[in-house]
């Protein structure tokens, strides 16, 4: 199983969306996940398509592309606005 | 350890946090802060004129990550200026109009130091650090964008060379 983190206005769009993905594909990666969202999730599936989303696994900044394992938790990150 | 890294809901102390920076030892002969403070007018982006009245701001951050980067940023300032000590404390939650938001202060020997580094902090923190704002003004809710001129700042740091 992996986590599912949205934030910021992420968060608000996602509020239907899964928490975690209970079944995990050997060739998972954040990308497969988005665009997975896509039938369910329109809105929120574009929302993560927008350039300056940032993709963390781990809490580590990670690409589109990484591979995910058992136990991950992948969060979305829209621009950040702290300060 | 000199440092001091908070992500908190409670209100800080600009009194105490500078005295705690003060005392730290006797080589610290300048000591920087800056306090950020919610604003009681935002404009909304591409409309910079039609400003809205604020009844409260919403930080929400991610809790774990938002240690690390702030914890890396304090490292990156520490290496490239020498610095006694430094400080940055980020409020949580709901903050209304003249509320503090953000602490930074930087302890060292000498000023140019601790101000260039407190700029750096401030810079960094705006543009990398896991902070999201929602404004509530005039009763409607709304995700704030990040600004292009907090991005540029930020760029700044690393196209000058080492001084």
């Known amino acids: ?83 | 350890m000199s440092d001091l890294v908070c992500v908190q809901a409670d209100d800080f102390s600009l009194a105490d946090e500078y005295q705690r920076l003060r005392n730290i030892n006797a080589q610290v002969g300048a000591v920087v802060t800056f306090c950020g403070l919610v604003r009681d007018f935002e404009s909304s982006a591409g409309e910079p004129k039609s400003k809205k009245l604020v009844n409260y701001l919403t930080l929400q951050h991610y809790p774990g990550m938002t240690e690390t980067l702030l914890d890396d940023i304090v490292m990156q300032a520490k290496a490239r200026w020498d610095l006694v000590a430094v400080t940055v404390i980020h409020r949580i939650g709901n903050l209304a109009p003249n509320d503090q938001i953000v602490f930074v202060g930087v302890a060292s020997e000498h000023r140019k130091a601790a101000f260039d580094a407190a700029q750096f902090l401030m810079d960094y923190l705006k543009t990398k650090a896991t902070f999201w704002k929602k404004l509530t003004a005039e009763g409607s809710e709304q995700w704030l964008d990040a600004k292009s001129s907090d991005s540029d700042a930020a760029a700044k740091w690393s196209e000058d060379s080492h001084d």
Not at chain 1, 6 to 19: M, V
Not at chain 1, 39 to 57: F, N, T
């Open chain 1, 1 to 83: 199983m992996i986590n599912l983190l949205f934030f910021g206005r992420l968060g608000d769009l996602a509020k239907d969306a899964p928490t975690c993905i209970a079944s995990l594909e050997s060739d998972a990666t954040p990308l497969g996940i988005r665009q997975m969202m896509k039938a369910d999730h329109p809105e929120l599936s574009k929302a993560l398509s927008e350039p300056q989303v940032l993709v963390s696994v781990n809490k580590m900044i990670v690409k589109w592309d990484q591979p995910l394992f058992e136990g991950d938790e992948l969060a979305f990150l829209p621009p950040v606005t702290g300060g």
